[in-house]
């Protein structure tokens, strides 16, 4: 049985990418490696900021932003990840609220909280 396949459009402007997510679960898988450890955790905060709760790998870029069982869940071992998305899929009430507790808790992460950092961050180097 042939599936349908669904896929969004390139779009020149991030803006405009934002305004055609329509989804209600965000997957963000990472193998822990030395490089993953430096990466950020912006594609969480993305879905996030759009009240979207994500399953992500639990590794420290997405440790710092996704509260396990509030915005989302942190998957540990690989099993895991298609019992997390189940219980999202068939949980109405509780995919809702982890997204707004999530848009809450990106609404934390913007520049006018974060300036003090970047200009700690560039004296550091200065």
Same mark, same amino acid.
């Given at each position: 049985?042939?599936?349908?396949? /669904?896929?969004? =459009?390139?779009?020149?402007?991030?803006?405009? $990418? $934002?305004?055609?997510?329509?989804?209600?679960?965000?997957?963000?898988?990472?193998? =822990?490696?030395?490089?993953?450890?430096?990466?950020?955790?912006?594609?969480? !905060?993305? $879905?996030?900021?759009?009240?979207?709760?994500?399953?992500?790998?639990?590794?420290?870029? $997405? /440790?710092?932003?996704?509260?396990?069982?509030?915005?989302?869940?942190?998957?540990?071992?690989?099993?895991?990840? !298609?019992? /997390?998305?189940?219980? !999202?899929?068939?949980?109405?009430?509780?995919? =809702?609220?982890?997204?707004?507790?999530?848009?809450? !808790?990106?609404?934390?992460?913007?520049?006018?909280?974060?300036?003090?950092?970047?200009? /700690?961050?560039?004296?550091?180097?200065?």
């Amino acid at each position: 049985m042939k599936r349908p396949v /669904r896929h969004t =459009e390139w779009c020149a402007k991030t803006v405009d $990418y $934002y305004k055609l997510i329509d989804f209600d679960i965000g997957i963000v898988p990472l193998v =822990e490696t030395k490089f993953a450890v430096v990466k950020s955790h912006s594609k969480a !905060l993305e $879905y996030a900021a759009l009240g979207i709760p994500v399953i992500a790998s639990d590794v420290a870029p $997405y /440790r710092n932003l996704v509260i396990d069982g509030v915005t989302g869940f942190l998957v540990r071992k690989e099993h895991e990840w !298609l019992g /997390r998305l189940r219980d !999202l899929i068939n949980d109405d009430t509780m995919r =809702e609220e982890m997204g707004v507790k999530a848009r809450e !808790l990106a609404s934390q992460w913007t520049i006018q909280k974060g300036w003090p950092e970047w200009e /700690r961050a560039y004296q550091s180097i200065i």
